[in-house]
């Protein structure tokens, strides 16, 4: 007998109260969600799959085909997961500041609440070693297009970064030449957090091009 998940069996609106909640539940946390526990995960997806669900049963109700009235629903529930991210979790602190409700923003450290930063590119990066020896890349830009580029900040606090100069303890800044090479690619060095005693990110707003 050919394995047959049990969620197939479900209805088509249970099946997307399911789908388009996670979605919605995903793209709103991308990247500050690994300190959640089951029941955050379960009741937040809960929120955004009502949206979907109640969008559902209105196109339904109107004689909407299965196609559309499946589809709309689940990309909806994105946009709002989307909208979430960008707008509505900023605007929901700063009301509950306002009442003087709550001066926390649910993130476990000052490390995750960067990556909360929306609206911004990253410029320049400096690691400092426990040893006291100095990484940095001084344009960020440069590796944009590179594999993992321009750089990646584990949540977990390790970074990978190109280092374009370096700088040991008591001695000049020096730039590391094999960095790049245009037979063998970029160089990529990944630095575990157990190593790092310091991180220095220059960060600049995104301006349009008229600005």
């Known amino acids: 007998m050919p394995f047959q998940p ?3 069996n479900l209805p088509l609106a249970t099946v997307l109260f399911l789908a388009a909640g996670y979605s919605g539940y995903f793209i709103a946390n991308t990247g ?9 995960v379960a009741f937040s997806s809960a929120v955004f799959g009502f949206f979907g669900l ?14 559309v009235s499946a589809l709309l629903p689940y ?9 979430w991210r960008l707008f509505g979790r900023n605007l929901l602190k700063i009301v509950l500041r306002g009442m003087h409700v709550s001066y926390a ?5 000052a490390w995750v609440s960067m990556f909360n930063v929306t609206g911004v590119n990253g410029t320049q990066l400096a690691v400092q070693l426990k040893s ?3 990484l940095e890349c001084d344009d960020l830009h440069r590796f944009s297009s590179a594999p993992n580029g321009p750089c990646v900040l584990g949540t977990n606090g390790d970074v990978l970064m190109y280092v374009t ?11 590391n030449a094999s960095v790049s090479f245009d037979a063998w690619g970029d160089e990529i060095t990944f630095i575990p957090s157990s190593e790092i005693a310091r991180i220095d990110f220059r960060r600049k707003k995104i301006t349009s091009p008229a600005a």
Not at 32 to 40: E, F, G, L, T, Y
Not at 76 to 82: H, L
């Open 54 to 67: 109640f969008f559902h049963q209105w196109l339904v109700a109107r004689g909407t085909n299965i196609f």
């Open 6 to 8: 049990e969620i197939a």
């Open 75 to 83: 990309v909806a529930t994105c946009v709002i997961g989307i909208l």
């Open 32 to 40: 500050i969600r690994d300190h959640h526990k089951s029941v955050d």
């Open 165 to 175: 100069h370096f700088r040991p303890p008591g001695e000049d800044r020096r730039e």
């Open 105 to 109: 923003d649910e993130l476990p450290s």
């Open 132 to 134: 006291g020896t100095w």
